[in-house]
């Protein structure tokens, strides 16, 4: 017998289709774009009888008829012709909230694909006085249907029989030329008599209620309000939110560290091996300094960016974001942006090319322009790495105020800069967008849950080896070409080096390999490179060496560690071992240590204003459809950076 | 008595009437503000820029204009 090969997951937003997903397609899974679109959606493979069929689990959605970009794709995939489109459906519905999961099902009722549907949480339906009568409800549909509790039940085979009997579905009520009306609507004409037809829908929809369910009457006491009291208290709910934020970043650094320290530790060992079984050359140096030095530098983000992402997972899964979205619209509807915008905003921490995506939600298209905007002054975990190598450098370990360390304090006020700087942006984009916008926040508020630790682990996961082939690729190739690039020079002045090196290492022999490689990079392109742009950088107080990494870590922030690592490189190259390094160098006109407090502030502040990121440039180009404001955006945080860091600098020196 | 859903006090009960004809009157349908339907006030953010109901039997956050848009036929005072 044969049945439909690829199946889409179809239903409202928190009605359990995620969960249902991970039940039947369990490791199978990988992120994927919906094809010739740039949303991502799930894709698992799961096994019936002798062969595989693909599931996608779609992004949910309330209604075909939507006005966000992700949504109205998710529509597009659905009504698609081409060999992509889904040649059935898993309708997810969740029954203790069936009337207004019926308008949907009533919606793709009519695009006649064959179905079959799943209940879900029919345990709080019982809870809240509903019961379902599956043979009645399964009549009016005219599609198989099953309760199954995804988050309690492990056996999926009563799932997965649907599979092989989904049928095309009863058209509720009478027909509303919905496949014709949805493809005007998706090219833009305005369909008169739009809310008519959703309450005509409606009216259908009661008969069908009536017929299949009963309703007993319950008391109700929800645990979610509870919580909410607090969660949304008129000022209780705001100390929240910092309480939440301060954790969420104090979990980051701490939980980090550790593996953070044995991947350095790793690539030590990976890095000795390959030097004691090469024999010293140009090869043995290129793979351990160009090549797995270029390696390091990615995967050493790994823990910061899983951990960052699990815990925003975690706090999201939870239904904890959208109550932070309910209480902080009203700040953020008087600088432009929308109470939705807090989510891409948070994200931003932690990357700002997911948030940059995320942004989707936001219906508004001058809000989310503006939410994209400032979403790059969130100091990204790409900084931090940037951040805790100037501050270790420069700023010593003590208590600064109360418990509060020197160190702390100054990264913790760059991304409060980053915050204020994002505020004040806001506000005078919205000053130049004198036009009223609709504006619109109909948000709907699930029930608290307990987060699915596993699914939010996975995701994380997920989203850490997309940042590894993407951002890895990146950096990687900058590795190489820069190692390239500091190996080699104009053979003049490479000549020229060496011989100095000769003469100055027989005066003092005890630093004859660090004097060398100081005079042949200085003598390299990388060298040339970097002395060409120190008129341009000496004002904020670096040096020719910073001029370099600067240059190379416009592809990526982080690729300025280890861009500084293969500049000072030594034998032991680890970062205790260019922290030192860099502490010894003196500035040759005041014999002050070069890599100063002066120094370390004002190239923070270049950092946490700076737009050096590709691939968010990138991806702001693909949301925006234009280059006009990734370009606009790097000029304007370039000058911001070059005033911010060059102020700093001489209020510091 | 008619009103709009955001005169509605904190816990008061009502039945939505209708919607007026507005930029939110489709989503606000799609979400499930249909005639017949019960909507109470729980609670609102500091301002009373957005508030809460339940609309049947789950939540829903709207801004004040929005539950503007929503005419409500009073039920009862929620003695609670």
């Given amino acids: ?653 | 008595m008619e009103a709009t859903a955001d005169l509605l006090k904190q816990g008061q009960k009502a039945t939505i009437a209708g919607l007026k004809d507005g930029n939110f009157s489709q989503k606000l349908a799609e979400m499930g503000c249909v005639p017949g339907t019960e909507i109470v006030r729980l609670y609102q953010s500091s301002g009373g820029n957005t508030i809460a109901y339940r609309i049947d039997t789950y939540l829903l956050g709207l801004r004040r204009e929005e539950a503007n848009q929503i005419e409500v036929t009073l039920l009862e005072l929620d003695p609670a």
């Fill in chain 1, 1 to 653: 017998m044969s049945f439909p090969s690829s199946f889409a997951l179809v239903g409202n937003p928190n009605c359990g289709k995620s969960t249902l997903f991970n039940r039947l397609t369990g490791l199978t899974q990988k992120t994927s774009n919906l094809p010739g679109t740039t949303v991502e959606a799930m894709q698992g493979e799961i096994r019936i009888n002798q062969g595989i069929v693909t599931l996608m689990d779609l992004p949910g959605i309330y209604s075909l008829y939507t006005k966000s970009e992700d949504e109205g794709l998710v529509v597009k995939h659905l009504i698609r012709t081409d060999e992509n489109k889904p040649e059935a459906i898993i309708f997810v519905m969740d029954a203790s909230n069936l009337r207004r999961n019926l308008l949907l099902f009533s919606q793709v009722a009519e695009l006649q694909i064959p179905c079959a549907c799943v209940l879900t949480m029919t345990d709080t339906a019982v809870r809240r006085g509903i019961d379902i009568d599956l043979l009645a409800l399964q009549a009016a549909l005219g599609v198989p249907c099953i309760a199954f509790n995804p988050r309690k039940e492990k056996n999926t085979s009563s799932v997965l029989a649907l599979f092989k009997i989904t049928a095309k579905p009863n058209i509720i009520g009478s027909p509303s030329q919905l496949p014709q009306r949805l493809k005007e609507y998706q090219q833009g004409a305005k369909i008169q008599g739009l809310s008519e037809e959703t309450l005509r829908r409606y009216i259908s929809i009661e008969e069908v209620i009536k017929k299949c369910t009963t309703k007993r009457p319950v008391g109700l006491r929800s645990l979610t309000l509870k919580i909410d009291r607090w969660t949304t208290h008129k000022w209780a709910g705001y100390f929240i939110f910092a309480g939440i934020m301060m954790v969420l970043f104090q979990g980051v650094f701490s939980l980090a560290k550790l593996p953070m320290d044995a991947i350095e530790i790793a690539f030590q060992s990976i890095r000795n091996t390959i030097e004691t079984l090469l024999p010293k050359g140009l090869v043995s140096n290129f793979i351990v300094q160009g090549l797995i030095g270029g390696m390091e530098g990615v995967v050493v983000f790994v823990p910061q960016i899983f951990i960052l992402f699990f815990l925003i997972g975690i706090l999201e899964d939870s239904g904890y974001m959208v109550r932070a979205s309910f209480i902080t619209d009203r700040i953020m509807r008087k600088l432009g942006l929308n109470g939705r915008s807090i989510i891409p905003l948070v994200g931003g921490f932690a990357c700002a090319i997911p948030s940059i995506m995320a942004t989707r939600s936001i219906k508004s298209k001058r809000e989310r322009l503006a939410t994209m905007i400032v979403i790059p002054l969130m100091s990204c975990s790409a900084r931090l790495p940037v951040y805790v190598l100037l501050v270790s450098v420069a700023i010593p370990f003590t208590q600064f105020w109360g418990p509060l360390h020197a160190q702390t304090f100054v990264i913790t006020s760059a991304y409060m800069a980053g915050i204020v700087v994002a505020i004040i942006l806001a506000f005078i984009f919205r000053l130049f967008q004198r036009k009223q916008s609709p504006s619109e926040f109909i948000l709907e508020l699930p029930t608290y849950q307990i987060p699915r630790i596993q699914t939010v682990l996975h995701q994380a996961w997920l989203k850490c080896l997309s940042f590894l082939s993407e951002a890895g690729k990146v950096i990687i190739v900058i590795s190489m070409i820069l190692w390239f690039l500091s190996n080699f020079g104009p053979s003049e002045a490479m000549k020229t080096a060496e011989t100095e090196a000769h003469i100055l290492s027989q005066l003092d022999p005890s630093h004859s390999e660090d004097i060398k490689t100081t005079l042949r990079l200085e003598a390299s392109y990388a060298g040339h490179l970097g002395k060409c742009i120190e008129p341009a950088i000496e004002p904020l107080g670096y040096d020719w060496k910073t001029g370099i990494a600067l240059i190379t870590s416009f592809a990526a922030r982080e690729v300025f560690v280890g861009t500084m690592a293969t500049l000072f490189q030594s034998s032991e190259d680890n970062t205790q071992g260019i922290i030192e390094k860099m502490q010894a160098v003196k500035n040759p006109k005041t014999g002050k240590p070069l890599y100063g407090l002066p120094y370390a502030l004002s190239l923070i502040v270049f950092y946490a204003f700076a737009l050096q990121c590709m691939s968010t440039m990138a991806v702001m180009k693909r949301e925006t459809g234009s280059w006009t404001w990734p370009i606009a955006l790097f000029l304007i945080y370039g000058v911001i950076a070059y005033i911010g860091a060059y102020v700093v600098y001489h209020i510091a020196i």
